[in-house]
């Protein structure tokens, strides 16, 4: 249907920075709300950040409020942008799209397509 593929994860030290990248060959995103999620091994699928519709805002999760920023380069492609990473930003993080809703909310409920996930360590 939409196939979500993320990249740009990776082991890094904490305090340093990753750019996660999601897309979907031969679709563009720019119509749907498009959400970043996080799960830890034992714990529940977080939501972290996510993207309105073209023109919509954006909502962030608190614990990465002014350290993450998500943005679209262009009209196939949504961006997370992390910075000054601690230990409990490991995970797997995924990006979803929503097919219904113009204005994205941080509940998973509320997504229809989801990628297969990128592995993000941070660990010294």
């Known amino acids: 249907q939409l196939p979500l593929v993320e990249s740009g994860g990776n082991l890094v030290q904490p305090g340093g920075s990753l750019r996660l990248l999601c897309a979907a060959p031969?679709?563009?995103?720019?119509?749907?709300?498009i959400g970043w999620f996080r799960q830890a091994p034992g714990k529940e699928r977080e939501g972290v950040s996510c993207?309105?519709?073209?023109?919509?805002?954006t909502n962030y999760v608190d614990s990465v409020k002014g350290r993450f920023t998500i943005a679209r380069d262009n009209a196939n492609t949504v961006y997370l942008q992390m910075d000054s990473l601690k230990s409990e930003d490991t995970g797997i993080y995924y990006c979803a799209a929503d097919l219904v809703g113009l204005y994205c909310e941080l509940t998973s409920d509320d997504y229809d397509e989801w990628g297969q996930g990128t592995q993000v360590t941070v660990s010294s």
């Open positions: 031969g679709f563009t995103l720019d119509k749907y709300a």
């Open positions: 993207i309105s519709s073209t023109g919509g805002p």
